[in-house]
């Protein structure tokens, strides 16, 4: 088994007997998510688009080729993992999308929590929905440039 990961997690990985490939910095992860505010999602989404989806595409990529074998790959990803979609895609293997927190999977009627205050919580219904077509619409653009 090969695990295709962050590199801070080389070490946990490698613990358990698999084969640690990486898929880019630790300090990268910690840039990215301290430089986001809340308050200014908008203007931090395509700061973490780009640094944390964008540009580990082509490297991310180029590794997953090296590990590939025809007949016997299966790949496992995190939705952002971009370039495991891709070569899936494109040598027809098996893939799975895997949410790795519950936060990450949209809800309505039962938000994550995932900042201090729990500011989707507080939201109604129409509101969330609201928030989530803002998000859907801001990566449409960021991704149209």
């Not at 490698?14 to 908008?42: I, P, R």
């Not at 938000?111 to 129409?126: E, I, S, T």
């Amino acid at each position: 088994m090969i695990v295709l990961t962050n590199d801070r997690y080389a070490e946990l990985v490698q613990k358990t007997g698999a084969t640690f490939l990486s898929a880019g910095e630790g300090d990268t992860v910690h840039e990215v998510l301290g430089a986001f505010n809340v308050k200014k999602a908008s203007q931090a989404a395509p700061l973490l688009m780009k640094k944390l989806m964008l540009a580990p595409m082509r490297p991310v990529y180029e590794r997953l080729q090296t590990v590939y074998t025809p007949g016997e790959t299966v790949v496992i990803s995190f939705p952002m993992v971009l370039a495991a979609r891709l070569l899936a895609e494109r040598f027809n293997l098996p893939h799975a999308t895997v949410f790795l927190t519950p936060s990450n999977l949209r809800s309505v009627s039962d938000p994550p929590r995932l900042f201090r205050g729990g500011m989707m919580a507080k939201l109604p219904q129409w509101g969330r929905r609201l928030l989530y077509l803002f998000m859907d619409c801001m990566i449409d653009l960021y991704m149209r440039r």
